[in-house]
């Protein structure tokens, strides 16, 4: 299952979207926060790991 991202805590720093091995966190610039392409997740949990803020949730 796609990682969950607390659009209400995450500022869109962008330290996932660095950890992610497949490229598939992107910024919503507009919304300052990470959007996951579900399609190109591979469910490794590094994300969650990289949040400095712990915004991701894996479940």
């Given at each position: 299952m796609?990682p969950?991202?607390?659009k209400?805590?995450?500022?869109?720093?962008?330290?996932?979207?660095?950890?992610?091995?497949?490229?598939?966190?992107?910024?919503?610039?507009?919304?300052?926060?990470?959007?996951?392409d579900?399609?190109e997740?591979?469910?490794?949990?590094?994300?969650?790991?990289?949040?400095?803020?712990?915004a991701i949730?894996?479940?």
């Open positions: 796609p969950k991202i607390n209400e805590e995450c500022t869109g720093c962008g330290t996932c979207a660095e950890e992610c091995p497949v490229e598939a966190i992107t910024i919503d610039e507009d919304e300052s926060c990470a959007v996951v579900e399609d997740c591979v469910d490794c949990g590094a994300c969650e790991e990289a949040c400095p803020i712990g949730k894996t479940e």
